[in-house]
């Protein structure tokens, strides 16, 4: 059984960085695509960016385009976000989740419903 498990959070102020960890156990993450997700209170989980089983294919939610980048080291069954220049608007709980590869799901997307395993979440807050 896969299971993942989120690091990395913290209480930043705007324009600092902080970089997430989601650390898998159970099984090898190499054939599944991995998504970071985020929620904040009263809104609904929102697709922030995911990674290919592969490493050769991303995704970035336009909010996050040109801030945040998305990378894996399979080798450490480990996926990263590393988040810069964070606004108070990127406050939430970030949540890491797997989706096996298929041939009905050859690559990433950020849709939380298609994803299978969940960690535990997060926080990060963004406030000065």
């Known amino acids: 059984q896969l299971q993942l498990v989120e690091s990395g959070g913290g209480s930043v102020q705007p324009g600092e960085s902080l970089r997430l960890s989601c650390a898998a156990s159970?099984?090898?993450?190499?054939?599944?695509?991995i998504g970071w997700f985020r929620q904040a209170p009263g809104k609904e989980r929102e697709g922030v960016s995911c990674i290919s089983s592969s490493g050769g294919h991303t995704v970035y939610a336009d909010s996050v385009k040109g801030r945040f980048t998305i990378s894996r080291d399979n080798a450490k069954n480990t996926v990263y976000l590393q988040m810069n220049s964070l606004k108070p608007e990127d406050t939430a709980v970030y949540y890491c989740?797997?989706?096996?590869?298929?041939?009905?799901?050859?690559?990433?997307?950020?849709?939380?419903?298609?994803?299978?395993?969940w960690g535990q979440g997060t926080q990060v807050s963004v406030s000065s």
């Open positions: 159970g099984t090898t993450l190499d054939a599944y695509h």
């Open positions: 989740a797997a989706l096996r590869k298929s041939f009905v799901q050859p690559l990433c997307v950020n849709r939380p419903y298609l994803y299978d395993y």
